[in-house]
T-cell receptor, first 112, second 117 residues
Framework: EDKVVQSPLSLVVHEGDTVTLNCSYEVTNFRSLLWYKQEKKAPTFLFMLTSSGIEKKSGRLSSILDKKELSSILNITATQTGDSAIYLCAVGNNNAGNMLTFGGGTRLMVKP | NAGVTQTPKFQVLKTGQSMTLQCAQDMNHNSMYWYRQDPGMGLRLIYYSASEGTTDKGEVPNGYNVSRLNKREFSLRLESAAPSQTSVYFC?????WGQGSAKNIQYFGAGTRLSVL
């Protein structure tokens, strides 16, 4: 059974701080790792990392995949209150079609 | 740009009642999914449809049924609601199935918050 664990469960920082969110996984035949941001409603896609694309960056957000350590980090620099959300990590398995296994999420709160 | 649309947004049921959650996507995606989200447990897959005309069980299918009505629509039915089914339900879609590319990215609807009393 595939497994995804995220840490920390929750995090409170102040605007301007840098945060690092962690995701570790166990999967029989790794295909991809996806990060989503969930504010009040729908999770929205941030990044997809694969064996051929282990590093992604968009503005203040960046993510790295470590296939050796079976983990990924999501970095957010110069945090803003608008970054407050739940961040979800999900892993795809080549043996499971397009099904994703999600972690429990990290709840980030950014205070002014 | 509607994307994935779910109805209703909120619903309160009594134990034993039935209801259908509706989902429609306008992105011409082949695959659709139903998840439930409970506090601290992330998203768990209930059922999915890899392509029009096919459906299959996910991680937590008990107590649910689905119908892939056409390429756009995928509904989730609770035949006899139980308090354990109180949750937030999300529908998602993706362009492809089993292909290692951006076609695997799943796009989500805004969710249905369901309470079963």
């Amino acid at each position: 059974e595939d497994k995804v664990v995220q840490s920390p469960l929750s995090l409170v920082v102040h605007e301007g701080d840098t945060v690092t969110l962690n995701c570790s996984y166990e999967v029989t035949n790794f295909r991809s790792l996806l990060w989503y941001k969930q504010e009040k409603k729908a999770p929205t896609f941030l990044f997809m990392l694969t064996s051929s694309g282990i590093e992604k960056k968009s503005g203040r957000l960046s993510s790295i995949l470590d296939k050796k350590e079976l983990s990924s980090i999501l970095n957010i620099t110069a945090t803003q209150t608008g970054d407050s959300a739940i961040y979800l990590c999900a892993v795809g398995n080549n043996n499971a079609g397009n099904m994703l296994t999600f972690g429990g999420g990290t709840r980030l709160m950014v205070k002014p | 740009n509607a994307g994935v649309t779910q109805t209703p947004k909120f619903q309160v049921l009594k134990t034993g009642q039935s209801m259908t959650l509706q989902c429609a996507q306008d992105m011409n995606h082949n695959s659709m999914y139903w998840y439930r989200q409970d506090p601290g447990m992330g998203l768990r897959l209930i059922y999915y449809s890899a392509s029009e005309g096919t459906t299959d069980k996910g991680e937590v299918p008990n107590g649910y049924n689905v119908s892939r009505l056409n390429k756009r629509e995928f509904s989730l039915r609770l035949e006899s609601a139980a308090p354990s089914q109180t949750s937030v339900y999300f529908c998602a879609s993706s362009e492809g199935w089993g292909q290692g590319s951006a076609k695997n990215i799943q796009y989500f609807g805004a969710g249905t918050r369901l309470s079963v009393l």
